[in-house]
């Protein structure tokens, strides 16, 4: 197994563009999340989806920020426009049956 | 909403020395889960705890839940440099997400 996969691992972008990022789950897991994680605000939920559906979007910060899962197998976090304090890592992860969830790799987002 | 307290923030010990995170709750959990995250990587699970005064040991590292399943503990015993790392506690809460604590970074001497 693969385990949870994010692309891009590493983004480097100007403020006031559009940034797409791509989480593809583990086969089987109907929970996927979103966090992001900075030094001030520690690692924080963003939105979570349940079988494709979502079911708490409290945590995304602003309309800047939009997520879709399509499928079970694929899921996009869009911040449009970017800026500068969106700079942060961003965290996919999926849940097993057993609660446990398993994080991919992140994304390093740097917005100059 | 449902929080999750850890302490210490920072923990800086000599190699061969114990640490101990502590995780507090003013609310009952139904379970608490453990992660550990080494510097520039994500966040791993380490353990789950669901049983009022629960103990679970994995080689040096010894995971409590306490009776009233309001906090939790994470001791290692005679730390090593790979425990390097930040710990994190986290609870289920009513929505069946995850809160996070804020984290214990364990720094070791060699």
């Known amino acids: 197994d693969a385990g949870v996969i994010q692309s891009p691992r590493h983004e480097v972008t100007e403020m006031g563009q559009e940034v797409t990022l791509r989480c593809k789950p583990i086969?089987?897991?109907?929970?996927l999340f979103w966090y992001r994680q900075t030094m001030m605000r520690g690692l924080e939920l963003l939105i979570y989806?349940?079988?494709?559906?979502?079911?708490?979007d409290s945590g995304m910060p602003e309309d800047r920020f939009s997520a879709k899962m399509p499928n079970a197998s694929f899921s996009t976090l869009k911040i449009q426009p970017s800026e500068p304090r969106d700079s942060a890592v961003y965290f996919c992860?999926?849940?097993?049956?057993?609660?446990?969830?398993?994080f991919g790799p992140g994304t390093r987002l740097t917005v100059l | 909403g449902q929080q999750v307290m850890q302490i210490p923030q920072y923990q800086h010990v000599q190699e061969g020395e114990d640490f101990t995170t502590y995780c507090n709750s003013s609310?009952?959990?139904?379970?608490i889960q453990w992660y550990k995250q080494r510097p520039g990587g994500h966040p791993v699970f380490l353990i789950q705890?669901?049983?009022?005064?629960e103990v679970k040991k994995q080689k040096r590292l010894t995971f409590q839940f306490g009776e009233a399943k309001k906090n939790s503990s994470l001791h290692i015993t005679a730390t090593q440099t790979t425990d390097v790392g930040t710990y994190f506690c986290?609870?289920?809460?009513?929505?069946?997400?995850?809160?996070f604590g804020s984290g214990t970074r364990l720094l070791v001497r060699p």
């Open positions: 989806f349940n079988n494709n559906v979502p079911i708490d």
């Open positions: 086969s089987g897991h109907n929970s």
């Open positions: 609310t009952t959990l139904s379970n």
């Open positions: 986290a609870a289920l809460d009513s929505s069946y997400k995850l809160i």
């Open positions: 705890l669901v049983k009022s005064g």
């Open positions: 992860a999926s849940r097993s049956q057993t609660g446990r969830q398993f």
